[in-house]
C-alpha cells in the first residue's frame, strides 16, 4: 500500500518545526516551540510532543514514517550523532529514544543535507543530478548531489561545506578550526563587521538598525540597512559575496557541479551577494564555470520540514523495496 | 571474448610515456619519448606511434583498446579537450585523431583522475569505495572515488583537487587565479621558498643542491637537501605538509572519505610532509578525522600507465554489456 503522509521535523537551536507531508510536498499542517533548554531530555521530549500534534488523525498505514533533521555531524549508517555545536545532543540516540515511545519508523540526517534533499524533490534542483547546496544562516552548511543522489560521503558525515579553509591565517571558527568558510559567512562573522562599521561615521544607517547600540548589531541589523540601501552595508555584504564566490570557485572547480542553490536566511535575505559570487566564479574558475548555474533556494523556512519528510519517504520506499 | 591486453598512454608536459598492459596490471611492454615541441600534431603523431609500438604482436581481438590520459580538463562525456595549461591540445579532438589513424579504441580522461583509477584497481585504494587523491607534482590535481565509482562531475571537468582557494589573498596560480592550493604546493611554489631561504646563510645546503646558483634552485634541490637531513629545507617542507593538511581539513569535512591517498612527485619523495599534513588533519577536521587514512600512492611513475589501461579496460566492458 502507498502511503499519503510523512511527517518532517526540523530541530533548530532555537526553535523546533513539525508539519505532516504529503507526498508531493504540500505542509497539511504546521507547528513549532522554542527550543527548550533542560537538556537533551528536554528536546526529545519537544520532538516528540510535537511528531504526536502533527501525526494525530493519521491512520498509521497511512504514515510512511518520520525524518528528523538535526544541526549536528551523524553517522548516517549507524544513525548516531557525532558532533553537535549548538545544543546538547552528540551521543544522545534520539532516533531510538523516539522509536521507543511512538510506532512510527524514525530517519535522522544533517539538516543541511535535507535542505539539498528539500530543494532536489521540491524546490529548486528538481531534475538536476549534480549539484551543491550551501546554506548561509548562524552557520554555514550545505548538502551534495552526486549522479542524482545525495552524497554524504563514506560514514554520512560529510556536506560540511562551511568547514573548509579558505584562509590559512584567518579567524577562529565556532567548530575549534580558523579561516574556515564559516568564520567569513556565518551570522556572527557579519555581525563582526557590521560592529566594526557601525561605530564608524559611515556606519550610521547599520547604528539606527541596532536601536543606537554598537555592541547589540547583528547581522540583520546590517541586512536590513542593506536592503533600505545603505552603501556601509552593501559593502560589508558584497565583501562576503566575494568570500562566497572564492569559496564556490573550489567547488566548481572539484565538484563540477550543474548548479549550485545558495539557502539560508543570510542567503535568501541578500541576492546581491549570491550574484557578485556569481560574477567571481564566472571570473576565476576553470572551464566548469560554464556549466555551473547559480539560484536561489525556493523552500525557505520550509526547506528543514520538507527535506525531512522526503527523508522519510525515501526510507519507506527503501524497506518496501527490501520486503517485496 | 575476454580480452588481454590494453594499451595504456601517460601524457605530460615533459614526456609521453606507453606500456602494454595485461587485465592484472602487469606491464609487459613499455616505451617513452620526450614531449615534441613543435605543436598539437607532432604531439598526437608521437602519441599515435608510442601506441603502434605497444600493441605491435598483439591480436585486434585481445586488445580491450586504449586509454590515453593527458594533464587537461577533460569533458568526459564529449571526450573533449577543454582547457590545457602545459600542452597546446586544447580544443584538438586528440581521440578522434588517433581512431582514425589506428583501428583501436581509445577513451580519453584526466591524468589526475586515472591515478585514482589506477590506485583504485591495481594499487593503494584497492577495496576503497570513497577516497580522495591528491597529486603533487609540478601541478596539484587528483581524483575522486564516491560509492565505488570515479567521481568527474556532471561534464567530467571535476577533480581539480588543486585549485580551491585556500588563502584569499594568495599568490598567483598558474591556472589564472590566485591563493589555489597549486600555489602553495606546486613544484614552482616550493622552488620559490627554496630560493629565499637558499639566499641565506640558512639555505647553504640547498644552494649547494643547484651548484651554488641561487637562481637555478629547484623544488628538488629542496626535497634533496632535506632528505639528507637539512633543517631549513626540512622546514619548507614541512610548512608545506602543514598547508597540505589545512587542504585537506576541508576534504575531510565535505567529503568524510575512508581513505586520502597522497601522490605526484614531490608527494612521494616527501613522506615527512604528509605526516605532517595527517597530524594537521586529526588536530582540525570535524568528526570525519576518525574515519580518514593517509596512505602514499603505490604506482608510482606508472600510476599513468596503470590508470589509462584500466580505464580501457573499463571502456571495453561498458561496450560489452551494451552490445549483449
Redesign the interface.
Known amino acids: 500500500m502507498r502511503t499519503s503522509y510523512a511527517v518532517g521535523v526540523d530541530v533548530g537551536g532555537t526553535r523546533i518545526a513539525v508539519g505532516l507531508v504529503e507526498r508531493k510536498g504540500r505542509i497539511v499542517k504546521d507547528a513549532k516551540v522554542l527550543t527548550p533548554k533542560g537538556g537533551p531530555f528536554a528536546v526529545v521530549d519537544a520532538i516528540i510532543a510535537l511528531i504526536e500534534e502533527a501525526a494525530a488523525g493519521v491512520h498509521p498505514s497511512e504514515l510512511a514514517g518520520v525524518g528528523i533533521g538535526l544541526p549536528a555531524?551523524i553517522?548516517f549508517l549507524r544513525q548516531s550523532i557525532?558532533?553537535c555545536t549548538n545544543l546538547p545532543l552528540a551521543g544522545v540516540d534520539v532516533r531510538a529514544l523516539v522509536m521507543s515511545r511512538l510506532k512510527h519508523q524514525v530517519t535522522i540526517d544533517n539538516d543541511g543535507n535535507l535542505a539539498a534533499l528539500g530543494e532536489s524533490r521540491y524546490g529548486a534542483a528538481q531534475g538536476i543530478?549534480?549539484f551543491l547546496m550551501i546554506t548561509l544562516g548562524t552557520g554555514v552548511g550545505g548538502g551534495?548531489f552526486?549522479?542524482g543522489q545525495p552524497?554524504?560521503?563514506?560514514?554520512?558525515?560529510?556536506?560540511?561545506?562551511g568547514?573548509?579553509?579558505?584562509?590559512?591565517?584567518g579567524p577562529p571558527c565556532p567548530?575549534?578550526?580558523?579561516?574556515?568558510i564559516e568564520s567569513y559567512l556565518g551570522r556572527p562573522a557579519i555581525a563582526v563587521r557590521g560592529k566594526e562599521v557601525g561605530a564608524t561615521y559611515r556606519g550610521k544607517a547599520i547604528l539606527d538598525q541596532a536601536g543606537g547600540d554598537v555592541d547589540t548589531i547583528t547581522a540583520e541589523d546590517v541586512i536590513k540597512a542593506a536592503q533600505a540601501g545603505d552603501e556601509s552595508a552593501t559593502e560589508i555584504l558584497m565583501s562576503a559575496g566575494v568570500?562566497l564566490g572564492?569559496?564556490l570557485?573550489?567547488?566548481v572547480?572539484?565538484?563540477?557541479?550543474?548548479m549550485i542553490v545558495v539557502g539560508g536566511g543570510v542567503g535568501e535575505a541578500a541576492p546581491f551577494m549570491v550574484e557578485r559570487a556569481s560574477e567571481i566564479v564566472a571570473e576565476?574558475?576553470?572551464?566548469?564555470r560554464r556549466?555551473v548555474k547559480f539560484v536561489q533556494a525556493e523552500l525557505g523556512n520550509d526547506a528543514g520540514i520538507l527535506g525531512a519528510a522526503a527523508l522519510a519517504f525515501d526510507d519507506y520506499e527503501a524497506r518496501e523495496g527490501l520486503h517485496r
Open positions: 555531524q553517522d557525532e558532533f543530478h549534480d551534495m552526486f549522479d552524497y554524504r560521503g563514506s560514514r554520512g558525515l560529510g556536506g560540511e561545506v568547514h573548509m579553509v579558505i584562509q590559512l591565517d567548530c575549534g578550526g580558523t579561516g574556515h568570500v572564492r569559496a570557485v573550489g567547488f572547480n572539484l565538484l563540477n557541479p550543474q576565476e574558475a576553470l572551464a566548469g556549466d
